[in-house]
């Protein structure tokens, strides 16, 4: 089942109507969804282009207390099964499999709340698998915070084994988290 689509102009309605109704797909950072509206309001072609970013040479990522670090090479998917359903990225540094502390992990993503409990999160996530080994990676880093049990259940159920609980950056907010590895 593909649900993983290159975000484009005939999907961008329902990305829009999710962000309105309160979705963000930044659960780290609420206030992306408002920036992102105002920027596809701006200009929808360059928000479209902005999602792809395998140079890792777009501006800096903000991050929830505000400070911002430089981009990592990134790609993001939207998950569409029936209408728009939410997003998957994939981030990483050439050469490497290890992150910076700022980042949680290789893969974001986020399920607008209306579609939860379908297993869209889980198929994204399998789906997403090839892409990354073609990057050359040989595993992914995924987490999710300690009580986020349906999380949890996605990168399990996606090949994750569990590697350790660890605390947050206070730039992401602190907080205790799981690590789960999924094997390329």
């Not at 963000?24 to 902005?50: C, G, M, T, Y």
């Not at 949890?152 to 730039?171: K, L, S, T, Y």
Request: hydrophobic content about 40%.
């Amino acid at each position: 089942m593909t649900v993983l689509y290159t975000p484009n102009v005939a999907l961008l309605p329902g990305y829009v109507d999710a962000l309105k109704r309160g979705w963000s797909p930044d659960n780290l950072r609420p206030a992306v969804a408002a920036e992102q509206l105002q920027a596809i309001e701006h200009d929808a072609d360059a928000f479209l282009k902005r999602q792809t970013d395998l140079a890792g040479d777009g501006p800096p990522v903000t991050l929830p207390d505000g400070s911002q670090v430089s981009r990592l090479p990134s790609f993001r998917r939207w998950i569409v099964k029936d209408g728009f359903a939410g997003t998957i990225g994939l981030r990483w540094q050439p050469g490497t499999e290890d992150l910076p502390p700022t980042c949680l992990g290789h893969v974001g993503y986020a399920v607008v709340p209306w579609r939860r409990r379908e297993g869209l999160a889980t198929a994204a996530l399998k789906e997403l698998l090839p892409d990354a080994r073609a990057l050359g990676l040989g595993h992914l880093d995924v987490t999710a915070a300690c009580d986020n049990q349906p999380s949890q259940r996605v990168i399990e159920n996606a090949g994750g084994r569990f590697i350790e609980d660890f605390e947050a950056v206070a730039q992401l907010g602190g907080g205790l988290h799981k690590l789960y590895r999924i094997p390329l």
